[in-house]
C-alpha cells in the first residue's frame, strides 16, 4: 500500500492550540472537523520544507522555527508533527483554506467537539488531530512535572 505523507503543524500560544475548521467537503479527510493545519507533501519535498510552505499557503505565516514532534501512522496515511510557537496575534493571520480557526483549550480539545463562530454550530474533532494533540499535551505535562 503506498502511504500519503503529510507534515502538520502544532501551533502553539499561551497554553492553547491554533486548530483549522476543515471545509465541508464530501471528498476531503475530516470535512467539516477540527484539525491542525498541514498537508500533502510534494514530490522530492521535506516534511520541514512542507509544513512551513502549508503554513504559508494557508494562514500567510510561517515560524522561525518548527521542530518534529512525532510520526503518526494511521492506515495509509504518515503524519510528519512539527510543533511550534505561534508568535504572531490570531487575528493578524488570514485563514487561505478551511472554514474557521481558532485558539482552543486542552479542554476543548479533550471534549472532541467545539463551537465555530463562522460555522454556527458545534464541530467535531478530527480522531486523528485530537489524538495527537492530547498526546502533545501529556508531554507538556510530563515535561513541566519534571
Known amino acids: 500500500m503506498t502511504k500519503i505523507h503529510v507534515a502538520i503543524a502544532i501551533l502553539h500560544q499561551d497554553g492553547k492550540f491554533l486548530c483549522q475548521l476543515r471545509d465541508d467537503i464530501p471528498n476531503i479527510r475530516y470535512p467539516g472537523h477540527w484539525a491542525l493545519f498541514g498537508g500533502h507533501l510534494e514530490p522530492e519535498e521535506t516534511p520541514e520544507v512542507a509544513v512551513l510552505r502549508e503554513l504559508a499557503e494557508e494562514i500567510g505565516w510561517v515560524p522561525a522555527t518548527a521542530s518534529l514532534f512525532c510520526c503518526d501512522v494511521e492506515g495509509d496515511v504518515v503524519r510528519h508533527v512539527f510543533q511550534s510557537q505561534l508568535d504572531a ?3 493578524d493571520l488570514v485563514l487561505h483554506e478551511g472554514w474557521d480557526m481558532k485558539l482552543l483549550t486542552p479542554e476543548d480539545i479533550r471534549s472532541g467537539i ?3 463562530e463562522k460555522a454556527e454550530s458545534l464541530r ?4 486523528p488531530h485530537q489524538r495527537i494533540l492530547l498526546s502533545f499535551i501529556d508531554s507538556l505535562d510530563r515535561q513541566s512535572l519534571q
Open 114 to 116: 467545539c463551537y465555530s
Open 89 to 91: 496575534d490570531v487575528k
Open 124 to 127: 467535531p474533532f478530527g480522531i
